[in-house]
T-cell receptor
Framework: GAVVSQHPSRVICKSGTSVKIECRSL??????MFWYRQFPKQSLMLMATSNEGSKATYEQGVEKDKFLINHASLTLSTLTVTSAHPEDSSFYICSARARDGTGELFFGEGSRLTVL | AQTVTQSQPEMSVQEAETVTLSCTYDTSENNYYLFWYKQPPSRQMILVIR????KQQNATENRFSVNFQKAAKSFSLKISDSQLGDTAMYFCALRLYSNYQLIWGAGTKLIIKP
């Protein structure tokens, strides 16, 4: 199946710094990518939907200035957590929809962010 | 609005037994997909099985099968001959034809005991 690579898998940063997480579709073009946040022992919470070449659509309650999403190409979307605080510590997952029209969604391995 | 409900927070069975995970959903739409995803300790989300709402036949993938009851809006997952590697969180999800967002259930933690 199609592969989505997410990097880094784990990152630890100091409070106040910014962290960038990359999501790449390795063998297909992804017109749409989704970013999720997952708290321990909970389900996935959709943060935003990004379409290539346009601004991301954020879910209610998600601060767009804090969680910057860029989808500059058909194979790369990035999530930047700006001025990170300990409450931003979480597991972040991306998924990508193939351009071929099947609508299949493929998931990255996830990124564990710890803010000290 | 769409909702997905998984009423079993945790289940455990002995290896080789059969286990059924429950999922109910609500939508006013007629065209949608239903999914079961597995999230093992590695946290990688893996698609287990997919069902298209217009298909009456229940989807099957090897040891995994579903019981799709459209009128009752029920979509349970049956795992036969369970294996230790089946230990994971299992999420039921709904997606409308009209968009690509997944509506997720809360998940069921499944533990397969040796």
């Amino acid at each position: 199946g199609a592969v989505v690579s997410q990097h880094p898998s784990r990152v630890i940063c100091k409070s106040g710094t910014s962290v960038k997480i990359e999501c790449r579709s390795l063998d297909f073009q992804a017109t749409t990518m989704f970013w999720y946040r997952q708290f321990p022992k909970q389900s996935l919470m959709l943060m935003a939907t990004s379409n290539e070449g346009s601004k991301a659509t954020y879910e209610q309650g998600v601060e767009k200035d804090k969680f910057l999403i860029n989808h500059a190409s058909l194979t790369l979307s990035t999530l930047t957590v700006t001025s990170a605080h300990p409450e931003d510590s979480s597991f972040y997952i991306c998924s990508a929809r193939a351009r071929d029209g099947t609508g299949e969604l493929f998931f990255g391995e996830g990124s564990r962010l710890t803010v000290l | 609005a769409q909702t997905v409900t998984q009423s079993q927070p945790e289940m455990s069975v002995q290896e080789a037994e059969t286990v059924t995970l429950s999922c109910t959903y609500d939508t006013s739409e007629n065209n949608y997909y239903l999914f079961w995803y597995k999230q093992p300790p590695s946290r990688q989300m893996i698609l287990v099985i997919r069902q298209e709402a217009y298909k009456q036949q229940n989807a099957t993938e090897n040891r995994f099968s579903v019981n799709f009851q459209k009128a009752a809006k029920s979509f349970s997952l049956k795992i036969s001959d369970s294996q230790l590697g089946d230990t994971a969180m299992y999420f039921c999800a709904l997606r409308l034809y009209s968009n690509y967002q997944l509506i997720w259930g809360a998940g069921t933690k499944l533990i397969i005991k040796p």
